[in-house]
């Protein structure tokens, strides 16, 4: 689930959707519509599911600085992972948000700033969650967040990802699902930045 809001005389909020080829397709739609004009940034929310020690607890907000296409790739016997990337078959990221504004609103929100791994199928056993926390360095599970940013890479508008964690990854019975909760964490989080920054 994510949305996206770009700043610019004005702000224009837009859900973008579920999955990376929607968000995608939806963020370019949206960033390549602004009579021709590009925004100084864009901000994307959402929710994401932690990784295991990632000292993360459901609720939580966080910046996502960098995000990965985690399953990118082909699986192999043993369950080897090889991404597009060692396949030379194209890039896997990390694509990386907007260093300054993240750092900033972690700061003015009290929040910490992780790495995410965008995935299309959510890590809902505990061996999955591993692998995939493992190979990818990341603290946090998105389905959007890495497409999103390779579409603002390749348009030359910064990002910066704001997430509200609203499960633990693995287990489905253990996984502690609040996405109501989640929202609510986020919508208190832009409520604050839009009375600060007069959107």
């Given at each position: ?16 959707g ?5 968000a ?31 000292g ?13 296409l ?21 890039d896997e ?13 972690a700061?003015?929100l009290g ?38 940013m390779?579409?603002?890479?390749h348009?030359?508008v ?18 502690g ?10 919508h208190?989080?832009l ?9």
């Amino acid at each position: 689930m994510c949305a996206a809001a770009v700043e610019g005389g004005g702000l224009c909020d837009e859900v973008i959707g579920v999955g990376k080829a929607a968000a995608a397709m939806r963020a370019t739609e949206l960033l390549s519509s602004l009579h021709g004009q590009r925004p100084p940034w864009l901000l994307l929310v959402g929710v994401c599911g932690v990784y295991p020690g990632a000292g993360l607890a459901v609720g939580d907000l966080c910046v996502v600085g960098e995000d990965r296409l985690a399953d990118e790739g082909v699986g192999l016997a043993g369950g080897e992972f090889r991404g597009i990337a060692a396949m030379g078959l194209g890039d896997e990221g990390p694509f990386r948000g907007d260093a300054g504004r993240g750092r900033a609103l972690a700061a003015r929100l009290g929040i910490r700033e992780v790495a995410g791994a965008t995935v299309s199928t959510c890590s809902a056993c505990d061996e999955r969650s591993r692998a995939l926390a493992g190979r990818s360095g990341a603290a946090v599970e998105t389905m959007e967040g890495a497409a999103v940013m390779l579409v603002c890479q390749h348009l030359g508008v910064p990002a910066v990802q704001l997430r509200a964690v609203s499960n633990r990854t693995g287990e489905r019975e253990a996984a502690g699902w609040d996405l109501h909760g989640s929202l609510r964490a986020l919508h208190a989080a832009l409520r604050a930045l839009k009375e600060e920054h007069g959107w």
